[in-house]
Every structure is written in C-alpha cells, then in structure tokens.
C-alpha cells in the first residue's frame, strides 16, 4: 500500500507472491498453464484432503533455490553502476586519506615554526616580523582551503549517498514510498482476523511478521495459505508453524487465484480505501481498524448460509 494516498487515487496493483514486490504487472497472454491450484476445482474432494495434496505438491516452493532469479538487463545495469559508484568512492577516501596525512603535517609545521618564532629574542623577533607575517598570512590562506575542502566532501558525501540510494531503489521508488499490510482471513467464516501494518514496507523482515502473527492466529488453526514472500520462507515462520501445528500452503507464483478468497478480501479494502485520504502508515492504521469490524459484521454472498455476517457464521459453526 502506498504511504500516502489521496481520495479516488487509484491504488496500484501490487504483488509479493514471487517473493519480490511486483509492481502493476502486466497480463500473461498465451494459453492457461497447469498448476497446482486446480486441485481446488475439482468439486468431488473433500477440503482436507485437497489441502493435503496442495501442500504435497507445493513442498518445493518452500525450499529457497539461488537459481530462481535472472536480473533483468536494467537491473545488471544499475547493480554494475553501484559498484562502479563504489570503486569510485574507494578512490576518493584514498586520496582524502593523503590530503588529511598533509594537513596534519603542515599544522605540525606551523606549530613548530610559531613556537621557534616565539622563542627568539625581542630583537630578532622584529628582523623576522616581515618572514613571520608572510607565514601567518600562508597558514591563514591554508585554512581556507582546508575549511573550503571539507564542505566540499560534505557535499560529496551527500550527493552520493543520494546517488547511491537511487541506484540500490530504482526509479520507481523515488516516486512513492511503500507500507506493507499484512491480510489474515479465515477462509471458512470470511473473519478478517487482522490487519497489522509495517512501516518497514517491502523491508520487511520475517521476524515482524511473525510477531504480528502471533496476535491474530488462532489456536485451532490447522493450514495456513500464503504467498511465497521470503518472509514465509524464513527460520522464524517455520518454528511458528511448528509451534501452532499449522501446515504452510505456499500458493503457486504469481497465481494469485490459488489463494482467492485472501485475493478477494484484498480488492474489497482497496475499494474501500480508495474513497480515503492518508499522509503516512500512522493515519492508516486508524482507518483499517473500522474498516475490519464493518466487514466482519455485513452479509457475505460468498458464505454457505447467504445473508449471514462473517461474525455471525463464525457464531453459528461453534453452536452446531
């Protein structure tokens, strides 16, 4: 989601089910490939056991495999560009190291020459005031260009830690910051459990995840669907996993259907933000807790008993 946001902006599409924040992708045309979500329509099976063969046939997606990945031709080309900055910025340090060797020398210098001056006599003192002015006004001019240089690798080190940054974000990113919202949905009732916000955005770290986890997940949880964000492939979700018992179903890359009623949740918020207004992750927060208990407690088409809430269903399935 996008840190700031004005009223009927359109919010992009944006997708982490690769593992990497996918902005606005574009359509595949072609024919409909095979994959592994398709178990689902096969109406005949019951759900456990389609869970069972999805999470069999999906094992593989939680390995993390370094040959996944081709950058692309822009991204080669920006991440050679970083370390031709970074050669660049070795060399620099290298001769600022030289220049600061030969500052400290001459103000070793003018030191010993000012205490020597100082230590003459009165007489000899005035035979050399003509010397000893010239030297003043030398060291004088000195400074300046010393004081002149170090403002000047200020600057330096600004405009290439900028540089730097744009390279490492892309152009993209210099154009909008990003918020990362975490949706946790009951796929029985449609409960919309939680929606815990990270500023951290697409840094977000695994174990920020976990931690937000922890205070939505309910007890009884038997499968948990998610992307195949690195954050769900990390030490920290699989000791959560087989601390709660749960079995982790990755959904299948950039097959967001595999994963449709989260998919479904996720475009009924946009809709609903879409008509709000936001400067930062803090003035979001507000919006998305009334926004969760106004949908658990509207009818849902999509539940067995029509009419019902999501928290009226919820009720109903513990009295049978």
């Not at 495999?65 to 991440?79: G, H, I, L, N």
């Not at 459990?193 to 951290?200: D, E, N």
């Not at 979700?237 to 994963?259: K, M």
């Amino acid at each position: 989601m996008p840190e700031v946001h004005a009223s009927q902006e359109k919010l992009p599409a944006v997708s982490g089910s690769s593992g990497r924040l996918v902005i606005e992708r574009t359509k595949e045309s072609g024919e409909k490939p095979y994959w592994p979500g398709q178990i689902f329509a096969e109406s005949e099976l019951d759900y456990a056991v389609a869970m069972h063969r999805y999470a069999e046939a999906t094992q593989d997606r939680l390995m993390r495999r370094k040959t996944d990945y081709t950058p692309s031709v822009e991204e080669a080309t920006r991440w050679r560009k970083e370390w031709e900055g970074r050669h660049e910025r070795y060399q620099a340090r290298e001769v600022r190291k030289k220049e600061d060797i030969a500052w400290k020398d001459d103000k070793v210098k003018h030191r010993f020459a000012r205490q020597a001056y100082r230590a003459l006599s009165k007489s000899q003192q005035e035979e050399q005031a003509e010397a000893h002015h010239a030297l003043r006004s030398a060291w004088s001019a000195r400074s300046q260009l010393h004081l002149k240089t170090l403002l000047a690798r200020k600057q330096e080190d600004a405009d290439w830690h900028l540089r730097n940054r744009q390279l490492k974000d892309g152009p993209r990113a210099e154009t909008r910051r990003w918020i990362a919202i975490l949706v946790v949905t009951d796929n029985c009732s449609r409960q919309c459990l939680g929606l815990p916000v990270f500023l951290s955005g697409s840094h977000l770290s695994s174990e920020e995840l976990v931690a937000a986890l922890r205070t939505v997940l309910p007890a009884e949880l038997a499968f948990v669907i998610s992307d195949q964000g690195v954050q769900f492939r990390s030490l920290a979700f699989a000791q959560l996993a087989a601390q709660y018992g749960f079995i982790h179903i990755p959904v299948y890359r950039h097959r967001p259907e595999s994963n449709g009623i989260a998919e479904r949740f996720v475009l009924t918020l946009k809709t609903w933000l879409q008509n709000q207004s936001w400067q930062s992750g803090l003035e979001l927060e507000p919006l998305l807790k009334t926004f969760q208990p106004e949908f658990n407690a509207r009818p849902h088409q999509g539940l067995a008993i029509p009419g019902l809430s999501p928290d009226e269903f919820a009720n109903s399935i513990w009295l049978l």
